[in-house]
């Protein structure tokens, strides 16, 4: 059977909740690993079919310790993962693209193929308080992250990617 991997970081807790909705979801298909991205090795990427990065935006790039795994994991998978399916979750304030397209281009270097548009939960914090401030992703904003989680492990079950 097909194996679900998610990596995640998180400072605040909304990409830790999306990263929780999608693996439950996926669970209900097929085994499912969640990761913290400080915890994630090549190994862990090898072993698995298919890939859910979720991250938050910082800077318009995405979070460092998100960086750091793709950094550290980067030149041992190169050539070893190639066609494998893989989809993101970003959580920003008010953007998400600059962290997106980062995540999109490390995932082309690894020939990795997009099975989904990248999905952007924006928490709309733009206060330094409000952003700072521990996260709780509003009720629609899960179900998004769910029903990718979902269509994801369906997916990878049913051989369709
Ligand atoms: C240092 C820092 C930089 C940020 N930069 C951006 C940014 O460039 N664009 C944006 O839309 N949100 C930005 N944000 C807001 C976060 O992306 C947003 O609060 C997100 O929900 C955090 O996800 P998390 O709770 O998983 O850490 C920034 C937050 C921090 C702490």
Redesign the pocket.
Known sequence: MAEFLIVY????????QAAEAAAEAARTHLPCTLLRADQAAPEDLLAHDGYLFV??????SL?GLMKEFFDRCYYPLLGRIEGRPYAQVI??????H?AARQLARIATGWRLREVQAPLI???E?QSPER??AP?QLPPDHLARATELGAALGAGLEMGVF
């Open positions: 970081h998180s400072r605040t807790g909304a990409s830790h991250a938050p935006e910082n800077l318009a979070s959580c920003a304030g008010s953007d998400g600059g939960l924006r928490t914090a952003i700072l996260k």
